[in-house]
């Protein structure tokens, strides 16, 4: 009995040592430093030292100088110049749609049309017509002049086309947003067309627009460059600057059509400014969570999901409230550490945050270590070394209790 007794409290010694000591977690990101994707990520132990503004940090790693604009347009890649629009919302047509139209005193001509996948309208007895890509008053002008070309007519007569009803498009994302790939935006099915709408003349689309396109690509990232937001249609590249989104102001939103790509540099640097819902950022986050304390053997009992949507913009010891993470006794629970894993979007490095609750609190300069939750960010709760020791002391009275029975 004294060997076993002897061994056991051995155990309970090395991992009681085990528990008082703590290692801080190793990032190939100097994150000390503030030279992880947001410098948030700085330990609030600063020794002493006058604390750093992290937004000041930030900007010293944009690639551009902190300059958001520049009045040169020159693009290196196609060698041409691009075109800074301040309109670009006007009607357009794309694949799928459908159109009427009307040529005067014509009742086999006028119809109703949908834009072809070769993106032309074809018109009995007459040539395709080509339409995606242009306006409906462009495709007027190309139907009357195509009817005195094949002859159907020796002088234009007057033709209307209305565009009766957007189709969704197909479009490409890529670059600073959270989910770069393949979307599809616009379009109604049959809960949500509305049939007087069907029947009248003309159409709006709220959804088959840029913002929609990078809504759906997973939002914008925050070291997004949003002067520069490029529109590549066919062998043409237009620039928007919609950097008024995140602020709630007015910014040119154009309409796409089916194949139309969207490209959205890096400034290489975190903006705070662009961590906020927006028309163009994540309407919310996921969070996986893990909040394991002592009573509960599995994250169902605790009450708290493996996942959860947070708002854009949530801070880490939001989160940390959130997870229950914070309050209880005192005595047991003050010195509880969270622990925050995360990914640089731009190099996919991972990196790992660890934080004392009680340091994020009691900071007055907390929000200068207090990181912005990400998407697919994990967040996980442990308990103070209070509750790990007084643990291990139970567990070694049980084992105790067992030996003494067996003896």
């Known amino acids: 009995m004294q060997v076993i007794f002897r061994t056991v409290t051995a155990a309970v010694v090395c991992l009681v040592a085990s528990c008082a000591s703590h290692e801080i977690p190793k990032n190939r990101e100097d994150v000390n430093a503030g030279q992880a994707y947001q410098a948030r990520y700085r330990g609030p132990d600063t020794g002493g030292v006058e604390v750093t503004r992290s937004s000041y940090l930030d900007a010293l790693k944009c690639t551009d100088g902190g300059l958001l604009s520049s009045p040169d347009f020159f693009d290196s890649k196609s060698g041409g110049v691009l075109a800074s629009v301040a309109g670009g919302s006007g ?124 809504r759906n690509a997973g939002g914008i990232r925050p070291d997004a460059d949003l002067s520069k937001v490029t529109l590549i249609r066919g062998g043409t590249r237009t620039r928007y600057d919609i950097r008024e989104a995140p602020r709630g102001g007015p910014f040119d939103d154009p309409i796409l059509i089916s194949g139309d790509r969207i490209e959205v540099p890096s400034r290489q640097c975190f903006q705070d400014d662009l961590v906020v819902p927006s028309s163009i950022t994540p309407p919310g986050v996921k969070v996986f969570l893990s909040n394991l304390a002592e009573t509960a053997l599995a994250n169902n009992p605790a009450a708290v999901p493996d996942a959860r949507e947070m708002r854009y913009g949530t801070r880490f010891l939001q989160a940390v409230f959130g997870l229950n993470c914070v309050g209880g006794s005192k005595l047991t629970n003050a010195n509880r550490r969270a622990v925050l894993f995360s990914r640089n979007p731009i190099t996919g490095e991972s990196v790992v945050i660890d934080r004392s609750i009680e340091d994020l609190l009691r900071n ?7 990181p912005y939750i990400l998407p697919e960010d994990s967040v996980a709760c442990y308990d103070s070394a209070t509750v790990s020791v007084r643990n291990l002391f139970a567990a070694f009275g049980v084992v105790t209790a067992a030996t003494y029975v067996l003896d």
């Open 364 to 370: 007055a300069e907390r929000d200068e270590f207090n």
């Open 91 to 214: 009607e357009v047509l794309s694949t799928g749609d459908l159109v009427e139209v009307f040529v005067e005193d014509d009742e086999t001509l006028t119809g109703t049309y949908v834009v072809g996948e070769d993106g032309q309208i074809r018109i009995p007895f007459l040539r395709p017509i080509p339409a995606a890509g242009r306006s409906p008053r462009t495709v007027e002008d190309t139907t009357a002049r195509a009817l005195v070309a094949d002859e159907l007519y020796t002088i234009e007569p007057r033709v209307s086309v209305l565009l009766k009803d957007y189709a969704s498009a197909t479009v490409f994302v890529s670059g600073a947003v959270f989910e770069p790939r393949q979307v599809i935006v616009g379009g109604a099915d049959a809960q949500t067309r509305d049939p007087a709408r069907q029947q009248a003349l003309g159409a709006a689309t709220p959804s088959r627009r840029l913002s929609t396109a990078l």
